[in-house]
């Protein structure tokens, strides 16, 4: 179990520009999620994949953001036209389709800054 | 729509003392799961301690306890024998279901910094 990996863990980049960043789950874990934390705040739901499958996304997410697992396994996150609200730490999660004492396990996040 | 309020910004306890962080929630749901989570320095959340709205019995995990009081819908956060390490930000949050968090979204509170003091 070497844990949720998260890439890059910080990104600095220029208003209108597109950033990409990638979430590599703990391997057995089918479900996925993002989620966005701003500075004193707690995550704020994004969305979440069972396998492939993207199975619910909150209206946080504009049309400028994707997200995608194409093969159930790793996930990207994609922002276009990014702008200076957009900056947050962008953590991912996952977790196994078991009972209850099944938690999210996060990762370390990609921090990302909007100039 | 689920609500987590956090009423404690920052709380400082002494080493070795126990610490209660405070938190409340609103739901309509019949069933819930209950969660508190720890957040170093290094960004990571790290899950502590869960609890069923069905459970009777306050959950316990080492040096943690949950609270459970249904009735007046908190679930703080107990922690025994602080220590340095225990110095993080930490955050209540809930889900819909008995516990199952992969159908719905964690909702989260905005968290409250704790500094253990030796």
């Known amino acids: 179990d070497t844990g949720v990996s998260q890439d890059p863990r910080h990104k600095i980049t220029k208003r209108g520009q597109n950033v990409t960043f990638r979430c590599d789950p703990i391997s057995e874990h089918n479900r996925l999620y993002w989620y966005r934390q701003t500075l004193g705040q707690g995550p704020e739901f994004l969305t979440y994949?069972?396998?492939?499958?993207?199975?619910?996304k909150s209206r946080l997410l504009s049309d400028r953001f994707s997200a995608e697992r194409p093969k159930g396994s790793f996930s990207t996150l994609e922002i276009q036209r990014t702008e200076q609200g957009d900056s947050a730490m962008y953590l991912c999660?996952?977790?196994?389709?078991?009972?209850?004492?099944?938690?999210?396990?996060f990762g370390n996040g990609t921090r990302l800054t909007v100039t | 729509a689920q609500k987590i309020t956090q009423t404690q910004p920052g709380m400082f306890v002494q080493e070795k003392e126990a610490v209660t962080l405070d938190c409340t929630y609103d739901?309509?749901?019949?069933?819930?799961?209950l969660f508190w989570y720890k957040q170093p320095s290094s960004g990571e959340m790290i899950f502590l301690i869960y609890q069923g709205s069905y459970d009777e019995q306050n959950a316990t995990e080492g040096r943690y306890s949950l609270n459970f009081q249904k009735a007046r819908k908190s679930a703080n956060l107990v922690i025994s024998a602080s220590q340095l390490g225990d110095s993080a930000m930490y955050f209540c949050?809930?889900?819909?279901?008995?516990?199952?968090?992969?159908?719905?979204?964690?909702?989260f509170g905005s968290g409250t910094r704790l500094q253990v003091q030796p």
């Open positions: 999660a996952s977790s196994v389709t078991r009972g209850p004492n099944s938690p999210l396990h």
């Open positions: 994949f069972q396998n492939e499958a993207q199975l619910e």
């Open positions: 949050a809930m889900s819909p279901g008995r516990g199952d968090t992969g159908r719905r979204a964690l909702t």
């Open positions: 739901t309509s749901d019949q069933s819930y799961g």
